[in-house]
């Protein structure tokens, strides 16, 4: 199977402490996005990269958080000084430049106690 | 700034009773709107894009169509393993999907 993968699939951590989840696109797709879910809602856009350029955030994304992409393939999202606010699913994106549909991965769900 | 509103929030159906789901948007310049399937703990599955009005996608029991207003998901004869949350997204000038609430499909047999 070569769709999105996500890892990890859970995180369980204290408030304060940094975590990092880490995402791999379908293999030919050079757009890469990242989404949070919370209980009941729609995904929520978080950031776009377009290859290894971050080309859009959402003024959801807070100083705490930072996603890099550094050589176009896989990207990471750290968030750091967690705060329980940012208990949620973390979900993954990609889609090549033929189609608009997103494909997204199985998601990285963070609890933060 | 784009809007989605999806309707109702959840909706419990016999085994074979079809019924409809609908997603009302507001966006500028609409590039796409798409629909998902959501199983609990899982990402969106994608199913379908429709790109302008009067556009019509089928598959399987499910069939989306696209008005310059909304969009609808209809179930024909729905099935236990149709039970899910649906998700609307539509993607205007910029690279982002926005989304709306879902609506969590509960199919008895």
Avoid at chain 1, 8 to 32: A, W, Y
């Amino acid at each position: 199977d070569t769709g999105v993968s996500q890892n990890p699939r859970h995180k369980i951590t204290k408030r304060g402490q940094n975590v990092t989840f880490r995402c791999d696109p379908i293999s030919e797709h050079n757009r890469l996005y990242w989404y949070r879910q919370t209980l009941g809602q729609g995904p929520e856009f978080l950031t776009y990269f377009q290859n290894e350029a971050q080309l859009e955030k959402s003024r959801l994304l807070s100083d705490r958080f930072s996603a890099e992409r550094p050589k176009g393939s896989f990207s990471t999202l750290e968030i750091q000084r967690t705060e329980q606010g940012d208990s949620a699913m973390y979900l993954c994106a990609s889609r090549g430049d033929s189609a608009y549909e997103q494909y997204f991965g199985p998601g990285t769900r963070l609890t933060v106690t | 700034e784009d809007q989605v509103t999806q309707s109702p929030e959840a909706l419990r159906l016999q085994e074979g009773e079809s019924s409809s789901l609908n997603c009302s948007y507001t966006v500028s310049g609409l590039r796409g709107l798409f629909w998902y399937r959501q199983d609990p703990g899982k990402g969106p599955e994608f199913l379908f894009t429709l790109y302008s009005a009067g556009e019509e996608k089928e598959k399987e029991r499910l069939k989306a169509t696209l008005t310059k207003k909304e969009s609808f998901l209809h179930i024909t004869a729905p099935k236990p393993e149709d039970s899910a949350t649906y998700l609307c997204a539509v993607q205007a000038a910029g690279n982002k999907l926005t989304f709306g609430g879902g609506t969590r499909v509960l199919v008895k047999p």
